[in-house]
């Protein structure tokens, strides 16, 4: 099953954890903890001391994990796989950092136009940027300086580095800035060696961010702040075609909250529906979600948002969607009804950008002013968040 970890999980603060359960174990929250994750309380707390093996045991299965051992080996890979984006220091970066860092999606809150923006204006500013090193020239996918760098030295394309310290390929991938001829420049680092499967752990999570899920792109903060790549189709095709495994948890969770199915299609055009053990589920083993999980996850979201053409292409390519009752799409009685957050549908249609939504729910009688609980933000304010400038335009006081 899929873990739970917190962000950057640590094996020196789950040892705590562990400590702390096995001292307090008196207290009714930690022994509702071990009744509910240890797979045998009852002789675990018969014993004259709640052993720290028992505590161990019960904070593995409570994040997900078989085992402590299984916990263990997991945060050793993490250790090394791991990434956390916001850690890099983009202002004391010398200039080729700071364009790479600018230029590529972080999946946090940071990802905005004006990020990328600011990238090309550097890259304008000094086209010989590109020159500095090999993750830059990559970002910028620019050729010429690809392949003078790929001849001085062919590993490159393997090495790490770069303000998040990865591979030349993933900066390519997550890059939203305009490249020089980003297809060009891919087939130059797989030619010379690079892992079309390459990825990271975003902050430990045990979900990889390969070089496909950045070229798919897409996420929680929309389309407008995660794009997918300008040559999403032409690059994924090219990287499944050189080996990419079809199989990318990620992206399938990146890409679900829209209707688009473009991304499906060509992934089970290359065998999403029965390829084995992709690189990184071999590495992870039982912290990654199995593929029943991620089928579940992918039939309950095309249910509960109404997607019925994704619904009909999963049961096309042999994935049980039994039991998934597509919700029809309608408006709300009340257009003015609150969600646990407190927003409203209209709240929910300015995020997405859903022009026709808004209109018909403006027309239904639906209140523009409107704060949400959570953010205290109007539909306008959620618009203006996700960079969608036709809804926030359309929401305008002046409208």
């Given at each position: 099953m899929a873990s739970s970890l917190p962000d950057n999980p640590s094996l020196t603060r789950l040892r705590d954890e562990a400590r702390r359960l096995q001292r307090g174990i008196s207290d009714p929250a930690a022994l509702a903890l071990v009744r509910e994750h240890h797979p045998q309380p009852d002789t675990a707390l018969r014993r004259d001391r709640f052993a720290l093996h028992d505590a161990h045991l019960t904070v593995a299965r409570k994040y997900g994990f078989s085992g402590w051992p299984a916990l263990v080996h997991y945060l050793e890979a993490a250790a090394e796989l791991s990434v956390?984006?916001?850690?890099?220091?983009?202002?004391?970066?010398?200039?080729?950092?700071?364009?790479?860092?600018?230029?590529?999606?972080?999946?946090?809150?940071?990802?905005?136009p004006p990020r990328r923006q600011a990238a090309a204006e550097l890259l304008r500013a000094d086209p010989g940027l590109t020159e500095h090193h090999v993750w830059a020239a990559a970002a910028a996918a620019d050729p010429r300086a690809l392949s003078a760098l790929l001849r001085q030295d062919p590993a490159l394309a393997g090495a790490t580095g770069g303000p998040h310290g990865l591979v030349p390929l993933m900066y390519l991938a997550y890059a939203r800035t305009p490249q020089h001829d980003a297809l060009v420049a891919a087939e130059m680092l797989l030619d010379a060696g690079a892992d079309p499967n390459a990825g990271y752990l975003w902050r430990g999570m045990s979900t990889p961010f390969t070089v496909l899920t950045g070229v798919f792109g897409d996420g929680e903060q929309g389309p407008r702040r995660q794009p997918h790549?300008?040559?999403a189709t032409e690059l994924a095709a090219l990287l499944l075609r050189r080996g990419a495994h079809p199989v990318d948890q990620q992206t399938l969770y990146n890409r679900m909250f829209r209707a688009d199915d473009s991304h499906l299609e060509l992934l089970f055009a290359h065998g999403l529906a029965d390829a084995g053990p992709s690189p990184w589920e071999r590495r992870l083993g039982e912290a990654m979600e199995t593929r029943a999980q991620m089928w579940q996850r992918q039939v309950a979201w095309a249910a509960e948002n109404g997607f019925t053409d994704r619904l009909a292409l999963l049961a096309r390519h042999g994935i049980d969607i039994s039991g998934a009752h597509p919700v029809i799409p309608r408006l709300p009685d009340d257009p003015d009804a609150r969600d646990a957050d407190g927003a409203t549908a209209l709240h929910h249609a300015a995020w997405a950008g859903d022009l026709e939504l808004i209109r018909r729910l403006l027309d239904a009688g639906a209140d523009p002013s409107l704060r949400d609980t959570r953010f205290d933000a109007t539909p306008r304010g959620w618009a203006e968040h996700a960079y969608q400038d036709e809804a926030a335009d359309l929401l305008s006081p002046d409208q």
């Open positions: 956390d984006p916001a850690r890099s220091d983009e202002t004391a970066a010398d200039p080729a950092d700071r364009f790479c860092a600018l230029a590529t999606l972080r999946y946090d809150e940071a990802d905005a790549h300008p040559q």
